[in-house]
Structures are given as C-alpha cells and as structure tokens.
C-alpha cells in the first residue's frame, strides 16, 4: 500500500485546497511475505503542484500516476478533518526492513511539502512509532545552480 493522497493543481497566483473529511485510514497486518516488503503509508501529505497528470494515463510514460513530477506551488492549504486512524500499533513490518505509518511524504513528489493541518484527528491502537514518517532529503537533490550545495527543499 503506497497511500492514499489528494493533490490539487494550481497557479502561484491562485490559491488552492485539498480537502479529505470524515474519513477511515486502516493500518495492515505486519507479518507479509518479502516479496511485498514496501514502506506503507496510510495517507501521503496533500500537495498543491504546479501541473497534473490525467486519471486515467492514456500512456505508459505517465505511469505509475503516483509520480509527480511537478514542482509545488506556494499558495496551498491541506485540511484534514474528523480523519481516524486505526490500527497502526506496530511500525516494523516482520521479515524486512520496510515499516508502515499513519502518514508521510510522497517520495515521487516535490519535495515542497505543505504545512498539513488536522482538527478532530483520532489514533486508534497506534504506536507512537507510527504516526508519521518525516526525513532529512537526500544529498541527491542538492543543485548547486538552484541550492548550492545543499538539498532544495521548496519549489
């Protein structure tokens, strides 16, 4: 399970929202066969990006639609409301080393996260280790046109 995200496509003058209310976010059971061994989110943080992809891709070059490609626009606002999460009471995923989280970023998207705003959330049987999965960005990304010699870490 990669996660469940919903992004917005938006200009750097207009202002947009993503939007996820009243909803159920399930943890999975931990003991999984190695050959299924990903990292697993229960939600990836909603983005505000600069262009889309289609739904349906008519295209294999658009695939897999989880890679985002874009960079992140600055006028964005992300509400999360009455959002339950249930049974994430155990990071560590048995038999690899890939665990599972209430939520964390996209890997595949602009690395411009937006602030995340929650009201009403609730942890149902979930581990403190499980809440969110938040890293430092990798070397990788430093440009040195656009950053110098250090990760970008906004659009």
């Known amino acids: 399970m990669r996660g469940i995200s919903l992004n917005v496509v938006g200009t750097e003058t207009e202002a947009t929202l993503a939007k996820m209310e009243n ?26 990006l ?18 985002m490609k874009s960079a992140g626009v600055w006028k ?10 249930h049974n994430f009471n155990n990071s560590k995923i048995s038999g690899c080393e890939s665990k599972q989280y209430c939520m964390g970023p996209n890997s595949h998207a602009s690395d411009h996260i937006h602030i995340q705003n929650f009201e009403n959330t609730v942890f149902d ?11 430092d960005p990798p070397q990788k990304w430093a440009n040195p046109t656009d950053c110098g010699n250090f990760p970008c870490t906004a659009p």
């Open 50 to 67: 600069g262009a889309g992809k289609d739904l349906h891709p008519k295209t294999t070059s658009a695939l897999p639609v989880y890679k």
């Open 76 to 85: 964005h606002n992300t509400q999360f409301k009455a959002v339950t999460f």
């Open 125 to 135: 049987n979930v581990h403190e280790d499980a809440v969110a999965h938040i890293y």
């Open 23 to 48: 909803i159920h976010v399930w943890g999975q059971d931990t003991d999984v066969d190695v050959k299924t061994c990903v990292t697993r989110y229960g939600v990836w943080f909603m983005a505000g």
